[in-house]
């Protein structure tokens, strides 16, 4: 079966940095678009980031637009996300999502996407 698994949270000071990574398995990675969600306590999840099934498109959130670099391996079946200058409000339960297409139309519902991480957590002390 299909799974995902998300890994590299943890606590950093603000103005730090993580890397996260999502190993895909069951699925042909190349097939799929992957995207980055995260949920804050008290928040809904929200969209993050999108990376085309080639690295042919990338697509960010305004608030992490500048700090955050999402990219993949599809050689290694992973996706991952750079996190740098991170703030407090990064602070979340960040999910990797996966949807079988190869157009690369960035999209940002969580409707959008078939499967999911069980989250990793990435706390940021002030």
């Known amino acids: 079966q299909v799974q995902l698994v998300e890994s590299g949270g943890g606590l950093v000071q603000a103005g730090g940095s993580l890397r996260l990574s999502c190993a895909a398995s069951?699925?042909?990675?190349?097939?799929?678009?992957m995207a980055w969600f995260r949920q804050g306590p008290g928040k809904e999840r929200e969209f993050v980031t999108f990376?085309?099934?080639?690295?042919?498109?990338?697509f960010y959130a305004d608030s992490v637009k500048g700090r955050f670099t999402v990219s993949r391996d599809n050689a290694k079946n992973t996706a991952y996300l750079q996190m740098n200058s991170l703030k407090p409000e990064d602070t979340a339960v960040y999910f990797c999502?996966?949807?079988?297409?190869?157009?690369?139309?960035?999209?940002?519902?969580?409707?959008?996407?078939?499967?999911w991480g069980q989250g990793t957590q990435v706390t940021v002390s002030s």
């Open positions: 999502a996966a949807r079988q297409t190869r157009m690369n139309v960035p999209r940002t519902q969580i409707s959008d996407y078939s499967y």
């Open positions: 069951g699925l042909t990675f190349s097939n799929y678009a």
């Open positions: 990376i085309g099934w080639n690295s042919g498109n990338t």
